[in-house]
């Protein structure tokens, strides 16, 4: 396990750019199996997830070439397996993207049952109710879920979510794009990772409308070709820098952004006290106002909501404000995990059920803390701002955009 040495005190300052979404990536990557021609992406982030989507794609017979650090060339021209294996559906639960895909251009497609997260139980049967309604003969056999498109293919139909699903919405849109006749997704995930899937797809050839909103058209197509896109900034990213900036008390000029997707993000902070400016349509400089952090009280919720992801680095900055907030987590269940590493810091939180009260109090002691959830408050900041510095040598565009003044963090070379 790799291990964070993080030595508090120090402001996080200077200039750091923001990658490509990894939830935009993900997708847009799971895409390429819909054509033989190539899809070539670029701002893809640097991040485990996408090293092992790169691996699933390859296993099942899919060429990945990166050109540049940030670009993939995607060809499933010569797709050999249909189906996802164990080891890497297991380490990502994104992996089930591959299913919607498989299933519209080969008829057929096997995934594990996902795992990935440590955040609930987090089911995959909206997905499958999906492809039921599109046609398809889906079973469970030995742990996998199994799908059969009818002879002549899928075919469109209405689906309706009784709950938002972002990979759902995504994985039936895909599935969609290739099926005879017209899908209706009602109450789709409005996430602008959905609308920027849906681009690509466009790009592809697809007939894609109303992505963004809650409902969504796919008209089917024969078939699809290669395109190139460019992944939108990531907008978790983008609130985990802002969060750490105001928390550390720091002057943060954060690029390469979209603050429109951060809308929601952007206002509660702005909300509790940090001061966040627009300096352009990428650009924010971020700064903790004067009179310190103040209480406020969160729910997170599907876009154009605050996200359930932001949760954790909300309630570590609440932990530092004047006064008690309440913090309701209504997407995942068992999303707390961070809460107890916080109070061994000596944070002041309560938790019952999807409820934690947070009384702040500034200057949480030194303790070492187990980043034992994958989307984990500090760590992640942090560790992007190390990766940056430690990959300077070979990266010169990034040593320009990441100040080495942002985290003085010694990076044990042998984990102790
Ligand atoms: C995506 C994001 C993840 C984010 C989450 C919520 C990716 C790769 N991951 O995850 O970072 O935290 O959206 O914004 O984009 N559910 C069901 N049945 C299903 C599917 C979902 O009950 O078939 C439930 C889940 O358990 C959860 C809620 O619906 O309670 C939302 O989950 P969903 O939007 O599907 O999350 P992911 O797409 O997996």
């Known amino acids: 396990m790799e291990k964070f040495r993080i030595r508090g005190g120090n402001a996080i300052k200077g200039l750091v750019s923001i990658s ?60 050999e397996i249909m189906a996802a294996p164990y080891e890497l559906v297991k380490t990502m639960r994104a992996s089930v993207l591959a299913l919607g895909p498989l299933l519209a251009r080969f008829g057929k497609a096997r995934v594990s049952l996902p795992g990935g997260c440590a ?68 109450n789709a995930a409005r ?18 409308r109303g992505a963004g909103t809650p409902t969504i058209q796919i008209d089917g197509v024969e078939a699809l070709g290669g395109a190139e896109h460019t992944i939108i900034p990531d907008r978790i990213e983008t609130g985990t820098f802002i969060a750490a900036a105001a928390i550390t008390k720091g002057d943060l000029e ?43 009280d969160l729910s997170t919720e599907p876009y154009p909501g605050f996200p359930t992801d932001m949760q954790a680095q909300y309630m570590t900055l609440m932990s530092q404000a004047n006064g008690r907030s309440v913090i309701t987590e209504t997407i995942f269940e068992n999303r707390f995990m961070h809460a107890s590493e916080l109070q061994r810091m000596g944070a002041r939180i309560q938790i019952s059920h999807d409820r934690a009260v947070v009384d702040g109090r500034p200057h949480l002691g030194r303790k070492v803390r187990h980043a034992r959830q994958r989307r984990h408050p500090i760590p992640r900041a942090f560790q992007r701002v190390h990766r940056d510095e430690l990959r300077q040598e070979g990266d010169h565009d990034r040593k320009a955009h990441c100040s080495p003044r942002a985290a003085p963090l010694p990076w044990p070379r042998q984990p102790p």
């Open 20 to 79: 490509g979404a990894k939830n935009s990536a993900l997708p847009c990557m799971a895409a390429a199996i819909l054509t033989p021609e190539t899809i070539t992406l670029h701002n893809i982030p640097y991040v485990r997830d996408i090293i092992t989507q790169r691996r699933l794609l390859e296993d099942i017979g899919a060429h990945v070439l990166t050109p540049e650090l940030r670009t993939h060339k995607i060809s499933a021209a010569n797709i």
């Open 119 to 186: 955040i609930g139980a987090r089911p995959i049967d909206l997905h499958l109710a999906g492809f039921t309604k599109l046609g398809a003969n889906v079973f469970l056999e030995a742990g996998d879920v199994v799908a059969r498109a009818p002879q002549d293919g899928l075919v469109g139909a209405e689906i309706s979510f009784d709950k938002i699903s972002v990979t759902g919405t995504e994985n039936l849109m895909m599935a969609a794009t290739l099926a005879r006749g017209q899908t209706t997704i009602h």
């Open 191 to 208: 996430e602008p990772e959905v609308r920027d899937l849906a681009e690509l797809l466009n790009k592809m050839g697809a007939r894609v």
């Open 254 to 296: 954060i690029k390469d952004c979209n603050p429109e997707h951060c809308n929601r993000i952007i206002g509660k902070l702005r909300e509790v006290g940090v001061e966040i400016e627009e300096i352009n349509q990428s650009t924010l400089h971020v700064r903790c106002g004067p009179r310190g952090l103040r209480s406020g």
